[in-house]
């Protein structure tokens, strides 16, 4: 069955994306961003107009590159307001960044955090916490990117982001740091895992349930083949989340990397469908027996992002595995990577878990736009569970997002979400949220 969703889904959204031939207003909305970007040259302008505006167009294209990186959400910061450019146009400095402020409010039942997550709506809630109010900063953020061309490295870029998601969501920490030369890439950045670019929009910071978005220290090689094939493979610095008690069972320092790898096919800027996968060595042991165990996990996702009309976005992704959950999802929140065989003590496993999500979005004008979507994550134990244990959750969500100013946006959002444990108690929660930011 799973094998029939994928190949049906690819063959799908090839066909959807083979049907978009015009510019897609999303597309057009990425120009205007990418032409609100000044060019300043710190020594001196090249004398020649034509030398100049060729130096000018150049960068321009590279800042457009910028919003179709593959590893880049719709929530992510935007290019740099004000470029420095060397006079060879060989280097080029932006520093940016974005303010941005959340405010949300919760009835019927409050979900304890500032992120909406369906793992956390309580199945029976607190009477003096049926309501909340509050807001976040969350997502301010600061980046550095310089990108350069050598004639010994070829083509390099160096980027440095942090952002206000810490202690309270206030504390100030370093989200990414990576340089990428060519086609290898090295540093803290967003795992091969993670396909971030299909993943819809939403106002809400956690998003979809289903979301793979994890980032860790990697090594990335990432060769293609005319701008149509991408392929990838890479070892990752693990974070397992395993549920050990301390008395049959203790955890085991990591001691292999992740490794995980993608096959892509793209048919035009910001169009594609990807397969990947990734391995996993979770280890912990048995105190009792004196055992060290490695139990295997794996996961594989199926994603896909298309304009299948000028107006029209579409997003979709499809995972599975087992002994993944801490890479993210709802389940990320408590460890399943490994959780514990009631028959034997002492005794790990790797459960499994399906997610899914899709999503629509509809541009009004390339600055206008509306979204829907909905996702869903299941947990999949093999073994007998507490009652109250959760079974799964969905997240729905509809918004809309205005770009006041290319640099200046603002986004209201209505979330429901489910949380349905293995009892068959459930709960509904419900939330509206509302975000403006301003990109410099």
Not at 128 to 140: E, L, V, W
Request: glycine share 8%.
């Amino acid at each position: 069955m799973l094998r029939k969703s994928i190949l049906f889904a690819a063959a799908l959204t090839s066909f959807l994306g083979a049907a978009a031939s015009a510019p897609s207003l999303a597309d057009q909305q990425v120009d205007s961003l990418a032409k609100s970007t000044k060019v300043i040259f710190i020594d001196g302008k090249p004398e020649s107009p034509e030398v100049y505006q060729n130096y000018v167009d150049s960068i321009r294209e590279r800042i457009a590159e910028f919003y179709y990186d593959q590893f880049r959400h719709f929530e992510d910061p935007q290019a740099p307001y004000f470029l420095f450019m060397s006079k060879d146009a060989r280097l080029a400095m932006g520093i940016g960044g974005c303010v941005r402020m959340r405010a949300y409010y919760d009835w019927g039942g409050a979900v304890p955090a500032s992120g909406f997550a369906p793992y956390l709506i309580p199945i029976n809630p607190n009477p003096a916490y049926m309501r909340h109010f509050g807001t976040s900063p969350a997502g301010t953020s600061l980046f550095f990117r310089v990108i350069g061309r050598n004639k010994l490295l070829g083509d390099y870029q160096l980027y440095i982001e942090a952002n206000f998601n810490g202690y309270q969501t206030r504390d100030f920490h370093l989200k990414k740091a990576y340089a990428i030369i060519n086609d290898v890439t090295i540093g803290y950045a967003s795992s091969t895992f993670a396909d971030v670019a299909a993943q819809p929009p939403t106002v809400d910071a956690q998003g979809p349930n289903n979301k793979i978005s994890p980032t860790s220290v990697l090594v990335r090689y990432m060769p293609s083949i005319k701008d149509r094939w991408f392929f990838a493979v890479s070892a990752e610095t693990p974070a397992t989340a395993v549920a050990v008690d301390n008395i049959a069972t203790e955890k085991v320092s990591e001691w292999l990397p992740d490794f995980a790898a993608f096959v892509q096919y793209q048919w035009a800027r910001g169009q594609h469908v990807r397969l990947s996968g990734i391995v996993r060595t979770l280890s912990y042991r048995d105190i009792e027996a004196g055992r060290n165990h490695n139990p295997l996990g794996w996961g594989l996702q199926l994603s896909s992002v298309a304009h299948p009309h000028k107006a029209v976005t579409t997003y979709a992704s499809l995972n599975y595995g087992k002994g993944y959950a801490g890479l993210g999802s709802d389940l990320l929140i408590g460890n399943y990577d490994l959780v514990g065989d009631p028959a034997v003590p002492g005794r790990l496993y790797a459960p499994a878990m399906l997610g899914w999500c899709v999503g629509l979005q509809y541009n009004f004008r390339p600055e206008l736009l509306a979204s829907i979507s909905a996702s869903q994550t299941r947990y999949l134990p093999t073994h007998d569970v507490s009652p109250d244990e959760y079974k799964y959750g969905v997240f729905a969500c509809a918004n809309v997002f205005w770009n006041l100013t290319p640099r200046m946006q603002a986004g209201a959002e209505i979330d429901l979400g489910l949380r349905r444990n293995f009892s068959g108690a459930h709960r509904y929660a419900r939330r509206a949220s509302m975000m403006v930011q301003f990109s410099f």
